[in-house]
């Protein structure tokens, strides 16, 4: 506690001089632009006339406009700067947490990785890309959302493609008259404290420099919890003529994880949640994560464009991902690296849009000491195609395919096309969609004494349906029910062993240990189904949001007698959200305050994570999770160039419960304060 008010005191020290020289704009509610030349309305051209840095220097001989990254043909807006500056989060599954259509799997710490259920998509049928670069793990397909550098971020596109649910993010273009220097602090007690620093400067009216260093720290609250990670970031951006622009992205991830593998416990229901008294099923277990991202990325826009929108990126790009995990019964480990080249195109003629993308990445095994990975080099071609053509005012027909290519002889492919009906301020969003996904190199490939892939495994087939139902009284104030049907065929899951790992119980296969069913397999047929109401109401002073989740795996519509591999019983959610809004002590400072909730009213059971595969799957043999809610009080405060965001966790725990689970035998953590602290810095 001394510490929190020594860490408390400085920060205060140091932020308040700041008050005296900070040169935000304070007369715009949504206006903490980090600098007044930074781009943040998107809709509009700006053309800016700046000063050089080196008044020596000779000036360009073209005005530099503002660079806009084109979005995702059919995505939809679903994070901007705009709102992430007034919020913090320990990693993204916890922002996804809150909106509709999600039901998180976290494991009571952030920067593990956590997943989340995204309407009717599983963790495994999910994507991350960095603008045209595919950032999943190349081995076992899992997404690890602690990669996004979130403090960054411009804005961040969702999109249904049917067989897989895609997130695409950009991250903020800066143009500067001054250096300009940010620093961002947020800590609460164990070991959870996270330290940002970033400086950027515009080297001439054409150049930017970026780097960025984040020190990342969570965990230590139960026993074998704690992460240590680091992010380091830099980039080079230069306008090399109006219609050019030339950017070098370089991110680093390192994260060492405990790895309890769980907690010994019996019933859920009566767990204790003291934390003195646990037990971790694995106490020394251990993983280690490095990911790195070298990229060289040349955009384009039109010469004679009325908009600052490009319409063509390519991108030379080298990545490595590598995992090594250490517990008692075995350590596993993979190093891949892999060179691509990604390319993507807009073309519009009159109501017509279209978009098309072709990228190809090689991947090089690294056979190690400890490899789990059997399998020799391969490469890995990716293309697809999108169109949208509006008919009218009232009809918009948009449609989209892809197709993979593996040279281990594997192919995937998918196809989908819907509508978007508008009557006045009511809309109707029906699609279906029919894909095979490839299984991964991990499904095929692993080897290890507890899991083995299994080389003869079919693709996932996949037919989808969905439809959505949105009133929109204003931009901002909306209504709606969405629903999703999906048929999985030939699904890829292992049988889970939820006991402690017992050398005495595997077999011997070729010299290698083998557990019983711990070979990948194709199950029968079941479908993922998923109904989900929301509304949205966003005032002056006031917003208000919610949204009920109702998830279920049900019969294929293909078998509709046979038995699913997993249960189907039905999760069901509720979520909550009020907020005031405003100016207070003469509008010296902009706050935004107010409650978040979210109430599981039944029993259900989670999907099964694997430490030693960092994968999640539905087939499960965990218990079910006990009635649970949670209430976080949150409070975003604006002094000038200083953004404070208090909130106070599970505000309910030893109130209407002991605490809860998202993932079994992962006790959440327990009611904690987070301060958090952005300011910033100019010349």
């Keep these: 506690m001394r510490y929190l008010l020594f860490t408390y005191g400085v920060i205060i020290c140091l932020g308040l001089p700041m008050l005296a020289v900070g040169q935000i704009d304070n007369t715009t509610i949504d206006s903490v632009r980090i600098d007044t030349t930074v781009l943040a309305d998107t809709s509009a051209v700006q053309t800016i006339d700046y ?60 920067l593990r990785s956590n997943a989340v259920q995204r309407f009717a998509h599983e963790p495994r049928h999910q994507q991350l890309y960095w603008e045209g670069i595919n950032i999943n793990d190349p081995v076992s397909g899992n997404l690890n959302w602690s990669l996004i550098p979130q403090h960054k971020i411009d804005r961040v596109f969702g999109q249904d493609l049917g067989t897989q649910y895609r997130t695409t993010y950009y991250l903020r273009q800066y143009y500067l008259n001054k250096p300009l220097s940010r620093l961002l602090y947020s800590e609460s007690k164990f070991t959870n404290r996270d330290l940002e620093f970033e400086v950027s400067h515009n080297l001439s009216q054409q150049t930017n420099v970026e780097l960025s260093y984040w020190d990342r720290r969570s965990g230590g609250e139960y026993p074998n919890s704690e992460v240590i990670g680091r992010q380091i970031f830099a980039k080079v951006s230069h306008h090399l003529d109006p219609q050019h622009l030339l950017k070098v992205n370089y991110v680093n991830n390192k994260l ?24 971790a099923n694995q106490s020394s277990g251990q993983s280690a994560e490095v990911n790195n991202l070298f990229a060289i990325n040349l955009y384009r826009r039109n010469e004679n464009a009325t908009d600052s929108t490009d319409n063509f990126h390519v991108g030379l790009y080298q990545r490595s991902t590598e995992r090594t995990l250490q517990y008692s019964a075995d350590s596993t480990a993979y190093k891949v690296r892999s060179v691509g080249l990604t390319s993507r195109k807009w073309w519009s003629l009159g109501n017509l849009n279209t978009e098309g993308g072709l990228s190809y990445e090689y991947f090089f095994n690294k056979k190690l000491q400890n490899s789990s990975l059997d399998t020799d080099n391969w490469g890995l071609l990716n293309a697809e195609a999108k169109l949208s053509l509006d008919i009218g005012s009232l009809l918009t027909i948009h ?39 490839m299984p991964t190199p991990q499904q095929l490939y692993w080897q290890s004494e507890s899991y083995a892939g299994n080389p003869t495994l079919s693709n996932e087939n996949i037919r989808e349906g969905r439809a959505e139902l949105k009133y929109a009284f204003t931009k901002d104030t909306h209504l709606g029910i969405r629903v ?35 070979t990948f397999k194709n199950v029968d047929p079941y479908a993922s189904q998923s109904a989900t109401a929301f509304f949205s109401w966003d005032a002056t002073h006031f917003e208000f949001e919610g949204s009920a989740t109702l998830h279920q795996f049900t019969n294929s519509l293909s078998e509709p007698g046979s038995t699913i591999p997993m249960w189907d019983r039905q999760r069901i959610w509720f979520k909550g959200g009020a907020y005031w809004k405003g100016y207070l002590f003469g509008r010296a400072t902009y706050v935004k305050a107010g409650l978040s909730g979210i109430m599981s009213p039944s029993r259900y059971q989670a999907d099964h994570y694997s430490p030693e595969l960092d994968y999640w799957q539905s087939v499960s043999g965990d218990q079910e999770l006990p009635i649970f809610n949670r209430l976080d009080v949150d409070i975003s405060a604006r002094l000038r160039s200083i953004v404070f965001v208090l909130r106070w966790q599970n505000v309910l725990d030893d109130v209407s419960q002991l605490g809860y689970f998202e993932t079994a035998q992962y006790p959440m953590s327990q009611r904690k304060f987070i301060f958090s602290v952005r300011a910033l810095f100019r010349n």
Aim: hydrophobic share 35%; aromatic share 12%; glycine share 10%.
């Design 256 to 279: 060492d994880i405990g790895r309890p593998f769980g907690y010994l416990m019996g019933d859920l229901r009566t767990f204790n949640f003291d934390r003195f008294q646990a037990q």
């Design 399 to 437: 449609g989209n395919g892809g197709f993979q290519y593996r040279d281990d002889a594997f192919q995937g492919n998918r196809l989908s096309a819907g509508a978007d009906v508008t009557f006045g301020k009511l809309t109707l969003s029906p699609a279906l969609s029919v894909g095979s996904n």
């Design 484 to 518: 999703q049907h999906k048929d999985i065929e030939n699904g890829i899951m292992f049988r889970p062993d939820t006991t402690l790992p017992n050398l005495d119980s595997y077999a011997i296969d070729n010299g290698i240990r083998i557990k019983p069913d711990s």
């Design 51 to 110: 000063d050089a840095p080196d008044q020596k220097s000779e000036k360009p001989s073209f005005t530099v406009v503002p660079w806009m990254f084109h979005a995702p043909l059919g995505a939809h807006v679903t994070a901007s700067d705009s709102t992430l500056r007034w919020q913090n989060w320990p990693d993204w599954t916890y922002k996804l947490n809150r909106e509709p259509g999600i039901i998180s799997y976290r494991m009571g710490t952030s």
